[in-house]
């Protein structure tokens, strides 16, 4: 258990890591690519390197350099793997992975852990099933472990649902290039968080592949082709820049995070407007977006693109006059943890009113105190509930280390917020 005690925060400017959205990706296009990808930037963390493991299972060759990484692509070419391939809780490399693993060869089996197993993906397998694959849920219940077996794919028309996780499309998107006939891919439901299939076809251009698109409702993507080996830099991460602007935010500090601007295809990029919204000052300076705290308002602000910010969003809130709704964010519930639940009862500890209103999360600011906040074992939910501690005293937060599942840094850069502020 880490207690947290408040201090004097100061104007500051962080560096957050490598986009952890951007570097499964990256690794995933550079693995199916003709030859050495140099990776720069990248998210070294729990779960990026679950993909990366298993990229290395399926026969990839990676090599650690000074600066960076080089992952060896074999132009979608892959090994057999006998035994199960395990991702632990990292729901980005299972739905990515599982439309990977159809280009391989024989029999794979992806497993996780317990929480894993419950985190639904039968919208992505029944989409694998329209072009012909075999892939299944071993428990029949729609979630993993999964078997599905790799051969080599007609490609065609799809249709999916997408409004459980963007993901489903992001994966379909990835390995399409090497079917045989490209895939003609139908969204039918959704889909939730946008943003990340932007990111998704953006480090598909950047690999050299193209994509037809028609919105969000069609995309189009030539067969027969292969991701350019080169030179890639992954962005800073807009979901964890977002931990420093709440913490400016709600301290009234001036924090800037180094290296993102409003170009960015990260979806969360979109809190520090959002924060604007209830009464911050936001700068975008050419090389970061600076946030310096106000009088912090509540507000009515869709969610859906940005899903893995509301728990911030929603610690913020609780500082702010009034009530903010945040709509449209059932599918936090599918999360490394039931996020909505989990929201509701740590604000509610610190004496916050939060509840759910159908797809809706509602918080009414007011006076947070001091508590023990339950992680559930999910990096997000440390990482925004420390925030409030750097003005609430009392806030002790168990199970600390789960935050190295995307930012293991994060305490080491959180705790240079503060002129005289410490941990124990």
């Known amino acids: 258990m880490l207690k947290i005690i408040p201090g004097n925060i100061r104007n500051t400017t962080v560096t957050v890591p490598g986009s952890k959205s951007y570097t499964h990706r990256t690794f995933i296009a550079a693995a199916l690519s003709d030859g050495e990808c140099r990776i720069d930037n990248w998210l070294d963390s729990e779960d990026t390197r679950y993909t990366l493991d298993a990229l290395s299972r399926f026969g990839a060759k990676i090599e650690k350099r000074p600066a960076g990484l080089s992952v060896y692509g074999r132009s979608g070419g892959m090994?057999?793997?006998?035994?199960?391939?395990?991702?632990?809780?990292?729901?980005t490399s299972m739905r990515l992975l599982t439309s990977y693993a159809i280009l391989g060869k024989g029999r794979y089996v992806l497993s996780g852990t317990d929480r894993m197993h419950e985190r639904p993906i039968q919208h992505l397998l029944d989409a694998l099933h329209q072009i012909g694959v075999h892939a299944v849920s071993l428990n029949h219940d729609g979630c993993p472990p999964l078997e599905i077996m790799g051969g080599k794919i007609a490609g065609g028309e799809v249709r999916i649902n997408?409004?459980?996780s963007s993901q489903f499309l992001s994966g379909l998107l990835l390995i399409a290039p090497y079917t045989e006939k490209g895939l003609k891919i139908h969204v039918t439901h959704g889909p939730v968080s946008r943003p990340y299939i932007d990111m998704t076809v953006d480090i598909m251009s950047q690999f050299g592949v193209p994509v037809v698109r028609d919105g969000y409702d069609y995309f189009e993507i030539a067969g027969d082709r292969h991701y350019q080996s080169g030179h890639y830099t992954v962005e800073p991460d807009a979901s964890q820049a977002g931990y420093f602007w709440a913490a400016a935010a709600i301290t009234g500090a001036r924090i800037k995070v180094a290296g993102i601007t409003g170009n960015s295809s990260q979806g969360d990029v979109r809190f520090a407007e959002v924060l604007g919204?209830?009464?911050?000052?936001?700068?975008?300076?050419?090389?970061?977006?600076?946030?310096?705290?106000?009088?912090?308002?509540?507000?009515?602000?869709?969610?859906?693109?940005?899903?893995?910010?509301?728990?911030?969003?929603?610690?913020?809130?609780?500082?702010?006059?009034?009530?903010?709704?945040?709509?449209?964010?059932?599918?936090?519930?599918?999360?490394?943890?039931?996020?909505?639940?989990?929201?509701?009862?740590?604000?509610?500890?610190?004496?916050?009113?939060?509840?759910?209103?159908?797809?809706?999360?509602?918080?009414?600011?007011?006076?947070?105190?001091?508590?023990?906040?339950?992680?559930?074992?999910?990096?997000?939910?440390?990482?925004?509930?420390?925030?409030?501690?750097?003005?609430?005293?009392?806030?002790?937060?168990?199970?600390?280390?789960?935050?190295?599942?995307?930012?293991?840094?994060?305490?080491?850069?959180?705790?240079?917020?503060?002129?005289?502020?410490?941990?124990?």
């Open 79 to 91: 090994d057999a793997c006998d035994s199960q391939i395990y991702i632990g809780n990292s729901g």
């Open 162 to 164: 997408c409004s459980i």
């Open 277 to 424: 919204q209830m009464g911050c000052n936001v700068t975008h300076e050419p090389d970061g977006i600076s946030v310096t705290g106000g009088n912090l308002s509540g507000i009515e602000v869709d969610m859906a693109d940005m899903p893995d910010i509301v728990p911030t969003l929603a610690v913020v809130a609780a500082f702010a006059k009034g009530t903010t709704k945040i709509k449209n964010v059932a599918h936090l519930k599918v999360k490394e943890s039931d996020r909505l639940t989990a929201v509701i009862n740590e604000l509610t500890k610190m004496g916050i009113s939060a509840r759910s209103d159908h797809d809706d999360l509602i918080v009414t600011g007011g006076s947070p105190h001091g508590a023990v906040i339950e992680t559930y074992n999910d990096h997000r939910m440390a990482m925004c509930f420390a925030i409030a501690g750097l003005v609430v005293p009392g806030i002790e937060i168990l199970n600390e280390g789960c935050v190295g599942k995307s930012f293991p840094a994060f305490w080491e850069v959180f705790e240079g917020l503060r002129e005289n502020y410490y941990v124990r």
